[in-house]
């Protein structure tokens, strides 16, 4: 059966112009002014009694969602939420679905006592992920508010415009492109390492917020590798890129103007008169006129038959399958979801790195025994860095323990099911890599602990590598850092490899120490609830150049 939908407020709109039509007809008012009174009180009464419905009697009495576990708690017309405003959906699914017994579908109310579904099962994200990958889009709202910074790329299209951007995209982050990168990303890693150890004292030390440094370092190897320019960053933090790039980052006032989106017209939203909306605009134009350039330098290089680069888009250029407009786009997208990601998955390689010293020491060995060192000229390729087990084990468990994306959301298109379970048209449904990705029913008692060891095999490859290369996890779609099927992300093995260089290089060089201690508590971790989740305030950290490399 189908579940009644909110009614448009024009179908609202034109029911209370009928009944001023026929009460016209019936000649019980004669005044365009009584007309006026009648038409407003029907629209107010149509929204009264319909929101009542809504909020009152829809959800508790006729939604077929009604019987799924729910989420306790919460306070009456806002739910939960304050909290996931706060906290963001991603940190608190993570308590929920340890709390809530469930098999895989989860009820949460939010504001207005609007629902929203937690989906966490294999089973479910698999016929959300790929089996019906197309009955589900990411929220309108919530594209448009992205297409305001990158564009309309493969972060924001669906549909046959997705299919195509992402079959055109796709040699650009072949197996064999991204092997050759790998030596880019060591470069610059190297490079980086070298102007932290020069800003330390003369004995090697220094105090150091961190994520000013992996944010710098990810923006200039995305400029590199993405399109094959060096920003600079990293030697210059006050370089105007970088300085842009910062004031797109999304904060806590990001996600309130992201909410109002689902309930405010567009014309409202992009013209509001507040310095975040203003700075925003004035920071992706710039961003969006220096890749203007490089395209244009780009494709002249490529007309005169000269070397373009290894870079993302240069073989973009190379396939002149992309409009400049729409290749504008795509650079907008893996420059800022290319950057920010893997930045936030580098913090957190220092933060588990400072937590556990003895890992810190085992990984740091590893890689001195089989890398040259950063102060070297000697070119590291894939096959080295592939080889390198508890390098890999400990990015593939800080990929798992902490994904960039805490969550990512989806509305359905029509009505369908979910393992069975009815799911009306426009439905909120939320998947969640944090909650997932530490689920004990998919990872066994150990999901919430940090253990790289998940993913080394005792028996070197041999008759158990298979469920070691997983981590153990009882499905693939236990790990969702990248999502899984036509909506994964293009770039995940892209951005793996580069984090495996930076770690390398930084755990290689460094040892790195909590500056402060409550924070080995990673409950006294305040995470930022943005697009990217991460520390709120950065990560104080205490960094010693380690001798002897």
């Known amino acids: 059966m189908a579940a009644i939908r909110l009614i ?14 026929l009460i016209k007809l019936l000649h019980l008012f004669h005044s365009k002014t009584q007309s006026a009174i009648v038409f407003v009180a029907l629209f107010a009464a149509q929204i009264t009694l319909y929101s009542a419905y809504a909020m009152f009697v829809y959800p508790y009495f006729v939604s077929p969602l009604r019987h799924l576990p729910q989420v306790k708690g919460g306070l009456p017309l806002i739910g939960h939420g304050i909290n996931m405003r706060k906290k963001g959906v991603g940190v608190m699914a993570k308590e929920w679905i340890g709390e809530s017994p469930n098999d895989g579908l989860i009820r949460v109310m939010w504001h207005f006592n609007q629902e929203m579904v937690i989906v966490n099962s294999p089973q479910a994200l698999s016929e959300l992920l790929v089996t019906k990958c197309y009955s589900f889009e990411k929220p309108l709202f919530a594209r448009k508010f992205l297409a305001q910074i990158i564009g309309w790329a493969l972060l924001t299209v669906e549909g046959d415009v997705h299919k195509k951007q992402r079959r055109d995209m796709l040699p650009a982050f072949s197996f064999r492109h991204v092997k050759d990168l790998y030596p880019l990303f060591w470069r610059k890693s190297c490079e980086a390492v070298r102007e932290m150890a020069a800003g330390c004292d003369d004995q090697g030390y220094m105090e150091t917020e961190i994520s000013g440094w992996t944010a710098r370092c990810a923006l200039d190897i995305i400029g590199l590798a993405g399109v094959g320019v060096d920003f600079g960053s990293i030697k210059d933090p006050d370089n105007p890129l970088a300085k842009s790039y910062e004031l797109l980052q999304p904060d806590e006032a990001d996600m309130v103007l992201l909410g109002m989106r689902a309930f405010l017209p567009d014309l409202i939203m992009d013209n509001l008169p507040l310095r975040r909306v203003r700075d925003a605009h004035k920071a992706s134009a710039h961003i969006r006129g220096v890749a203007h ?5 780009k494709r002249r290089l490529l007309d005169n038959k000269q070397d373009a680069g290894l870079d993302i888009l240069t073989v973009a250029l190379g396939g002149r399958l992309f409009s400049e407009n729409a290749l504008i786009d795509q650079m907008m997208t893996f420059l800022s979801a290319g950057h920010e990601t893997t930045a936030s998955s580098l913090i957190w390689v220092t933060y588990f790195m400072a937590k556990y010293p003895h890992m810190q020491e085992r990984l740091r060995k590893e890689i001195r025994d089989a ?10 390729t894939s096959a080295v860095i592939d080889a390198m087990p508890y390098l890999n084990a400990v990015c593939s468990e800080v990929l798992r323990a902490h994904s960039p994306v805490a969550q990512s959301v989806r509305v359905a ?7 069975g379970q009815f799911i009306p048209k426009d439905t909120l449904l939320v998947l969640v890599p944090w909650a997932t990705n530490t689920d004990p029913k998919q990872w066994g008692d150990d999901a919430h602990e940090f253990n790289p060891e998940r993913w080394l095999s005792p028996d070197n490859g ?18 969702m850092t990248f999502l899984h099927g036509p909506h994964s992300c293009i770039g995940g093995a892209f951005a793996k490899s580069e984090l495996a260089c930076l770690a390398a290089a930084w755990i290689g060089r460094f040892s790195f120490e909590l500056k402060d201690k409550s924070l080995l508590d990673p409950s006294n971790i305040k995470i930022n609830p943005s697009i990217v989740a991460k520390p709120d305030g950065g ?4 960094v010693q150049v380690v001798e002897g490399w």
Request: net charge negative; aromatic share 6%.
């Open 539 to 542: 990560m104080e950290m205490c």
């Open 293 to 297: 350039g490089l395209i244009q330098e």
């Open 371 to 380: 890398l040259p060192s950063p102060d070297s000229d000697v070119e590291v």
């Open 413 to 419: 298109m029509h009505d369908t099911t979910l393992q």
């Open 8 to 21: 448009p407020v024009k179908h609202m709109a034109g029911i209370s112009v009928l009944g001023c039509v």
């Open 462 to 479: 041999g008759t158990n590598a298979a469920n070691y290369a997983s981590g153990g996890a009882t499905s693939n779609y236990a790990f």
